[in-house]
């Protein structure tokens, strides 16, 4: 079955510190990739997604490429700020499966 | 504005007691899904609907029952509910099961 593995948390910054979050899968066929974000008190909201090979999502200072030869799917942020602190949750949604399949989520605390 | 409600947003109650959590959805999604999120191990899908009256079991759907009678609305029924259905549960809808989902802010859950 298909599956989603993240980097363990916590992971704790401090401001314009560069942010790595480790996201790799297993997945039949050609899943499509994406990273949520939950803010303190809130559901998730999407932050970006890839739908195929080398592709790259980009959101508000976030990238990730789709990397099919290594499946895998990092998070990264040049300069993080403190507003960025929240839980990170990596997911794929294959062809043959019903559903989003969620990591475990990451959560970021970025200091002052 | 577009979105996802649910409620109510915390509820405390005792073992055995039948509850239900609404969640409404205003942008016509057909695809609607429920969520249970624990720590560590990130979001598991307990029931999901492609449309009304259409419903199927995600991952973890014993103890638990929707309906889907209105193409808006979602309810998830704790007809007896056990602690460890102490949990934070989202719904989340979408234009299609492939699309980006929009989740709403959350039910926190206790039962004694």
């Known amino acids: 079955g298909n599956s989603v593995t993240q980097m363990e948390g916590p992971v704790t910054l401090s401001e314009e510190a560069f942010l790595t979050i480790n996201c790799t899968y297993t997945a039949t066929g050609y899943p499509s990739l994406f990273w949520y974000v939950q803010y303190p008190g809130e559901g998730l909201q999407l932050l970006l997604k890839?739908?195929?090979?080398?592709d790259k999502g980009s959101n508000k200072g976030f990238e990730a490429t789709y990397r099919k030869e290594t499946t895998s799917f990092h998070l990264e942020k040049g300069s993080v700020q403190v507003s960025d602190s929240a839980v990170y949750f990596c997911?794929?949604?294959?062809?043959?499966?019903?559903?989003?399949?969620f990591g475990s989520g990451t959560q970021l605390t970025v200091l002052p | 504005e577009a979105q996802v409600t649910q409620n109510p947003r915390y509820l405390i109650t005792v073992t055995g007691k039948k509850l239900t959590v609404t969640c409404s959805q205003n942008m016509n999604h057909e695809y609607m899904s429920w969520y249970r999120q624990d720590p560590g191990l990130g979001l598991r899908q307990i029931y999901y609907?492609?449309?009304?009256?259409?419903?199927d079991k995600g991952d973890v759907p014993e103890g638990y029952k929707v309906s889907r009678k209105e193409k808006r609305n979602f309810p998830l029924i704790l007809e007896s509910p056990s602690p460890n259905q102490t949990s934070l549960y989202f719904c989340?809808?979408?234009?299609?099961?492939?699309?980006?989902?929009?989740f709403g802010p959350g039910t926190r859950l206790l039962v004694l």
């Open positions: 890839a739908t195929k090979a080398d």
């Open positions: 989340a809808s979408s234009r299609t099961r492939q699309e980006t989902q929009y």
């Open positions: 997911a794929l949604f294959s062809g043959s499966a019903r559903q989003l399949t």
């Open positions: 609907s492609m449309n009304v009256e259409v419903t």
